[in-house]
């Protein structure tokens, strides 16, 4: 065979392959160049009837056929399935702007999620977290808080009572504030101690800011040596942390509870912004006012004489506030009864997510 | 505790203003609650005198008036009070003058066709009396023009100060100014300290026959009194403090009250017979009392009888039938130390309370007997004219000298404020108490006594606290806490980091914290009791709503999901983490912390890919219960499916989850409708409680290296069973027994379908297991799977399963 030829069977092999419309047409394509009884495969069974001579000329010119003919088919082939593809990919289209699958999101209370933050400034100042019963007896809050039975103040706290006593006799009530933990834990741990107790307190008293059971938080450090100054400092640091805020300014005003003496009350300083408390700024500047935060005092040393702890040896602060309250000042709720009604719009609404852990390094607070 | 800033004069010479009194009250401890000046309120209206007074052209009750202001042309007034005429000086209110008793601004106005251009004022309208019959008539020389406050000598103004119960020196405005004084206010002024002999003997005898609740009882008669009103400065203070005046005699013992802190009581003589016997009451006995309610008493209350009858509970509150009247000419005033503890308790018991309780509980001055007496007696020979007998003490106040050790350094180790000696001293000094400085084997200290009026004093912390408040606390400086060195250290205990995992993974699995009271209705706390565990029950709830301490988290949040429905909420997912309150010992509380979940209404809302809307079941709340067990550390796989979930469950679709067969970690599943019922939530609802305190605490070594990791070489191998067991067998015990077949082979077995119906008899039900077999070293051979295989049907075959052919 003539080389000629070869040059004319090529033209005729790439003109039927580019011309192949389906991937079935370009493989009868292959089969009648390239099959076995090809005409391509029938022309190199040739060279081996050739002379060497013969064979040094035809053998490349055979194979270089073969190798374009194959080329272009594979790149036809190539053409061809892209287009098929995309021919199926394109009757594949959806509507993404159709809702995703939902997965319900929840919340964590703001009562947990403050209690969480003072649990986390506190331990960064040292302090642990006590915890004691709130079904509690009238000695643990009362009597060995130097209220005996006869104290004034105790009429003065709206006690719940039940009609049961213990078995050493004392009266069975629902605790009136978080402090009876200052007993038991100094019972418990002895000095020296730092410890915050925060939980359920009751008071039967029940109007637009008061509700019948609310959360404190108790703190309580017995040492030696520790005064009002430290007190002072311990509050300051407390809130500027809380409400992670450099100007918070406290007032200390004389006051008075049994279980300290001497007693303090702290106000801090405050703006109104858009309607709402902002914690800030001294009570005496122009536009601002105190208000009262938080109840504080030199542990009264009957109360250390009833933990158990010698008051000539120690002695120490405590403090207590309202958890509920911290949380609508820092947070912005304005009714403290929503707080207990388990109202979905207002979870969402006021609620954390799970994943708002306080942490120091990332700040306690949620932004808004 | 209210009163005005001339009333405060009256004891202390000062020349400081409202304002600085004011905040000096807040920084010695007398909280302010509140300063108002009455002339604020009475801003706009002023005296004016009517010139002419015609008739309404349109109105037969109305007039109208020219009125002369002091200023400008006169106005035109509308006015219908019928006392209005020409020359009448009374007082005219402004436009822009805000009405204190109704809180209306006033606008010029046309009354019928008429315009006018004020309003003349009636005395309640201005809050000033109840008197509405007319306008305000002033006296003819009454200066037109000037401010009607500052005429009537309204501008005066008030404080309202809080007073902590171990103040009782505090409940007299003499109370307040000497604590003022000590502060560097101003001086105080001595207390009147006439002493009247008295022309005839006391004609009334008086008697102490329980002495524990009288300690002494003073007594003197006023005849040939009369009993009118009492002059303008009594009122006006009294008005200061909040009170109505209602006679002379009633006005002066409250003002002896307000002034000193000193209550006491007159008896009108002509109602009494007899001995004035401070007894107890008999049982059974009853009093009117001043406020025209009557009480029936008993034998632990301290009374003031004669021989006909009570007259006055002791120390708080008198009788009605011997009470003054404008009759009264002869009194006898009773001025007694009544035992504060019994007289709380008779008030209690009573539920009385009154001014004097407040005082008498807080401990009055019980060397303050005597000079309260004749600054009565004073008094109402002063304004109500009469003769004074001779003055009878009975018994004698408990008074003992109360003497504190203290060292001047204190107010430093205490309070953080070092606080120079002489200056210490002095503040004392002010404020009544004595100071012995003394030496002791070479150590000084002070002995400090309290003055009487400060029953309060207890201990050197107290000195402490009176040099510091009067010194001022902003002056004490911060001091940091001291620090452990080094990163701060954990403080969580196990518990409270378990509770923390527990809600964060609620939490995330989309379920929203709710708080809800620890007390339930009777009813609903029973559909919840816990077996062998007397509910606790409130003596004295706020409501029977509030009524019986919870033993189960699920009433409330039951009740939390209902509201939440009729708000019109869909779909909803609560839960609580709290305490349920159990008995224990000694009779104690038992308070066991538990997670409490509800799931009620749409568990899927419709959607285009899922079609209609999906309810929850037993199985969402199963789900729920293992992944919060499984964040809290519990070991969910170790766990057993059990029944007894209790009665608030429906019987066929609940269970409890145990770590062995007495530890329920939780219980789970479809609330019985008639719990649902009971509770208003429609449609099904699942809930469950975990009890966090049953899940075991974590043990193993501490630390934080885990367990090499060591993957295994060969790809594991499955296998699937089906098996045809008895309807009742559950699914759970024939996993566990594939799984149990061969514990090292098969690493895993799961249901991968439940069927009945065609091919499968009748009480049968077909179980499809797959299991995952983890070859070790070398791959299985065809004889060893065919070994476990063997292995796999013969334990099921021991629970009446057998293998579908």
Not at chain 1, 11 to 27: G, K, R, W
Not at chain 2, 1 to 6: A, D, G, I, Q, V
Not at chain 2, 625 to 630: D, F, G, P, T
Request: glycine content about 10%; overall charge negative.
């Amino acid at each position: 065979m003539a080389l000629t030829d070869t040059d004319s069977l090529r033209a005729d092999a790439l003109a039927q392959i580019e011309q192949a419309e389906t991937l079935d047409t370009l493989e009868a394509a292959r089969i009648a160049f390239l099959g076995k009884q090809g005409s391509i495969s029938l022309l190199l069974k040739t060279l081996g009837k050739m002379s060497p001579d013969e064979r040094q000329v035809a053998g490349p010119a055979f194979n270089g056929l073969r190798s374009d003919v194959s080329d272009a088919i594979a790149a036809r082939k190539a053409v061809l399935e892209t287009a098929a593809l995309n021919a199926k990919l394109a009757g594949e289209t959806i509507d993404l702007s159709l809702p995703a699958p939902e997965s319900p999101n929840g919340s964590v209370h703001p009562v947990s999620q403050v209690m969480d933050e003072l649990a986390e400034i506190f331990a960064d100042l040292g302090f642990a977290v006590a915890t004691g019963p709130e079904i509690e007896d009238d000695w643990h809050n009362f009597t060995a808080l130097n209220m005996p039975e006869s104290h004034p103040a105790r009429a003065m706290h709206d006690t719940f009572y039940f009609p049961d006593a213990d078995a050493e006799g004392r009266s069975m009530l629902l605790r009136t504030h978080t402090s009876p933990v200052q007993i038991r834990t100094m019972l418990q741990d002895g000095a020296p101690l730092r410890v915050i107790a925060p939980g359920r307190v009751y008071r039967s008293d029940s109007d637009a800011t008061h509700t019948p059971m609310f959360h404190q938080i108790e703190g309580l450090v017995i040492d030696k040596g520790i005064h009002l100054g430290h007190l002072k400092w311990t509050l300051e640091t407390f809130l500027k942390a809380f409400f992670e805020r450099d100007d918070i300014v406290l007032r200390l005003r004389p006051s008075y509870f049994p279980f300290t003496e001497p007693s303090v009350e702290i106000d801090v300083g405050y703006s109104v912004e858009k309607g709402r408390r902002v914690v800030g700024g001294s009570g005496d500047d122009d536009g601002h006012a105190w208000m009262e935060v938080l109840g504080s005092g030199m542990v009264n040393r009957r109360v250390i004489e009833f933990g158990g702890l010698d008051p000539d040896e120690w002695q120490g602060f405590a403090f207590g506030t309202g958890v509920d309250r911290l949380a609508m000042l820092k947070y912005g709720m304005d009714d403290l009864r929503a707080f207990f009604d388990g109202d979905l719009r207002w979870l969402k609404h006021y609620g954390f997510a799970a994943l708002d852990v306080p942490t120091l390094s990332a700040g306690v607070g949620v932004g808004a | 505790m209210k009163f005005s800033l001339s009333w405060l004069k009256d004891h202390l010479d000062t020349e400081a203003s409202a304002g600085e009194i004011a905040a000096k009250l807040n920084e010695i401890g007398l909280e302010l609650e509140g300063l108002e000046n009455p002339a604020e309120a009475l801003a706009g209206f002023r005296v004016a005198r009517v010139l002419t007074a015609a008739k309404h052209p349109d109105a037969d009750k109305l007039q109208v008036l020219t009125v002369d202001t002091g200023a400008g042309d006169p106005l035109t007034v509308v006015c219908g009070a019928p006392n209005a005429r020409a020359g009448l000086v009374g007082v005219l209110g402004l436009p822009g003058a805000v009405v204190p008793s109704n809180g209306m601004e006033m606008k010029k106005a046309a009354i019928r066709g008429v315009e006018s251009n004020g309003m003349m004022c009636s005395a309640r309208e201005l809050d000033l009396s109840d008197e509405h019959e007319g306008i305000i008539e002033l006296p003819e020389d009454a200066p037109v023009g000037q401010d009607y406050s500052a005429y009537a000598d309204l501008d005066d103004p008030v404080f309202d100060v809080a007073i902590t119960p171990n103040r009782p020196d505090c409940m007299g405005v003499y109370g307040i100014a000497r604590d003022l004084a000590a502060a560097g206010l101003g001086t105080l002024k001595p207390v009147p300290d006439r002493v009247h002999e008295g022309s005839f003997p006391c004609p009334v005898p008086i008697a102490i026959e329980d002495e524990d609740g009288c300690q002494a009882f003073y007594g003197r008669a006023i005849r040939g009194l009369s009993n009118g009103e009492s002059p303008a400065w009594m009122q006006a203070r009294l008005k200061s403090a909040g009170q109505r005046p209602i006679s002379a005699l009633v006005d002066i013992t409250n003002y002896v009250m307000l002034a000193y802190g000193r209550p006491s009581h007159a008896y009108d003589i002509a109602q009494l017979s007899g001995t004035l016997t401070a007894r107890r009451a008999k049982a059974g006995e009853g009093v009117t009392a001043l406020n025209e309610k009557h009480y029936l008493l008993d034998d632990s209350m301290t009374v003031i009888a004669d021989d006909a009858q009570v007259h006055d509970i002791a120390g708080i509150m008198g009788g009605e039938h011997s009470g003054v009247s404008d009759a009264t000419t002869d009194v006898l005033l009773e001025v007694a130390a009544f035992d504060p503890v019994r007289l709380a308790q008779t008030g209690r018991a009573l539920n009385l309370t009154s001014d004097a309780r407040s005082r008498f509980e807080r401990g009055i001055d019980p060397a303050f007997l005597a000079p309260g007496l004749e600054l009565l007696t004073g008094l109402i020979l002063d304004i109500c004219g009469g003769e004074a007998s001779e003055a009878v003490h009975v018994g004698a106040p408990h008074a003992g000298e109360n003497v504190v050790r203290y060292e001047p350094a204190m107010t430093e180790a205490l309070g953080g404020l070092a606080v120079r000696e002489e200056e210490q001293r002095a503040i004392l000094t002010a404020l009544g108490f004595e100071i012995a400085a003394i030496e002791e084997s070479g150590k000084r200290h002070w002995a400090v006594t309290a003055p009487s009026w400060r029953p309060d004093v207890d201990g050197a912390a107290d000195i402490v606290e009176e040099v510091i408040r009067i010194k001022g606390l902003d002056a004490i400086r911060s001091v940091p806490l001291e620090r452990a060195e080094g990163v701060a250290q954990p403080t969580a205990t196990a518990v409270q980091a378990l509770e923390r995992r527990a809600r964060r993974a609620a939490a995330s699995r989309g379920m929203h914290e709710a708080v809800t009271w620890s007390f339930l209705p009777a009813d609903q706390a029973a559909a919840f009791a816990e077996d062998g565990h007397e509910p606790w029950s409130l003596a004295n709830p706020i409501s029977e709503d509030l009524k019986v301490m919870r033993q189960s988290l699920l009433p409330g949040l039951l009740s939390a999901a209902a509201r939440n429905r009729a708000r019109g909420a869909d779909s909803i997912r609560l839960f609580e983490i709290g305490r349920r309150y159990l008995r224990g010992k000694g009779g104690a509380s038992d308070e066991r912390l538990t997670l409490g979940l509800v799931l009620a209404g749409e568990k899927r809302a419709r959607g285009w890919q899922s079609g209609k809307a999906a309810s929850f079941d037993a199985f969402d709340a199963k789900a729920e219960v293992e992944a919060v067990l499984a964040a809290a550390g519990a070991p969910v796989e170790k766990l057993m499916v059990m029944g007894e979930a209790g009665s608030a469950f429906h019987p066929g679709q609940s269970a409890t989850l145990r770590l062995g067969p007495k530890n329920v970690l939780a219980r789970f599943g479809t609330m019985h409708p008639l719990i649902a019922k009971q509770f208003d939530v429609d449609g099904t609802v699942v809930a469950a409680e975990i009890f966090l305190d049953a899940i075991p605490a974590k043990k193993g070594a501490a630390g934080f290296t885990r367990a090499a990791f060591v993957p295994p070489a060969l790809q594991p191998v499955m296998r699937d069973f089906a098996f045809l067991v008895p309807d009742n067998l559950a699914a759970g015990d024939l996993l566990r027994a594939v799984r149990g077949a061969d514990k090292q082979a098969i690493t895993d077995a799961r249901i991968f379908d439940e069927f009945r119906g065609a091919g499968v008899p009748e009480g049968h039900k077909s179980l499809a297991v797959e299991i995952v077999l983890q070859p070790g070293e070398a791959s299985f051979t065809e004889a060893e799977l065919s070994a476990i295989s063997a292995k796999v049907v013969a334990s099921a075959e021991k629970l009446g399963a057998s293998l579908r052919g």
